[in-house]
């Protein structure tokens, strides 16, 4: 998102269920420094992102081990 120039610094959360079809809350904050609203890049990143549970595994590449 900072790449993306919407921001210069933002938090995010992303929270899921197991068993629940697609991602339960995305949070965001943007301390102030935000370009948009932050409820504007909520449903940016619920169209965008895939936000269920193996999708966001695949995302940050969870299965490489440590």
Do not use: N
Request: proline share 0%; no cysteine; charged share 30%.
């Amino acid at each position: 998102m900072v790449g993306g120039g919407v921001g210069d610094k933002w938090e995010v959360e992303v929270g899921y269920g197991m068993g629940v079809g697609e991602g339960v809350w995305i949070w965001v904050e943007s301390f102030g420094r935000g370009k948009v609203w932050e409820e504007k890049v909520v449903k940016g990143m619920r169209e965008k992102l895939e936000v269920r549970g193996g999708g966001m595994m695949v995302m940050v590449d969870l299965g490489r081990g440590i």
